[in-house]
């Protein structure tokens, strides 16, 4: 029951959505695998359940003014950052990711705190539109 860019956040006045994307089912590969284990014995039942909870909830939204992350298994958590303050990005994946043809994008405002889109399909994609963007911007 992924909810969609939409529902996740409020666009502002002229902002359309570029990018709506959820994390991969990799991005909570280990706790996947220890839960799987972990089940034989009933335990890793409760992990499965809180991946799927965390990856429902879970939503990465560009749009034509910010970057977004929407998270929560519970409650409701929202990191946001506007383009045009945006100062680094940096991509990167492992062989494994690259075969799956994913990976990760950290977007930086030169603050203490970075959003890190971990797991997504198309990852150079969605960095290169975010530079575009910031082109069409300055």
Known sequence: ?????A???ELLEGEQIEHDVQPAWSKWGGLITIS??????????IGLVYVYLARSNHRYIITNQRVVE????LGTSTTEYRISDI???QTGATIFEQLLNQGNVQISTGTLSDIVFNGIPNYQEVSNSIRKTQKELE
């Open 7 to 9: 529902e996740s956040i």
């Open 87 to 89: 100062r680094t990005i």
């Open 1 to 5: 029951m992924a909810s969609s860019a």
């Open 70 to 73: 929407v998270s929560g298994v």
């Open 36 to 45: 799987l284990i972990g089940s034989l014995a009933l335990v890793g039942i």
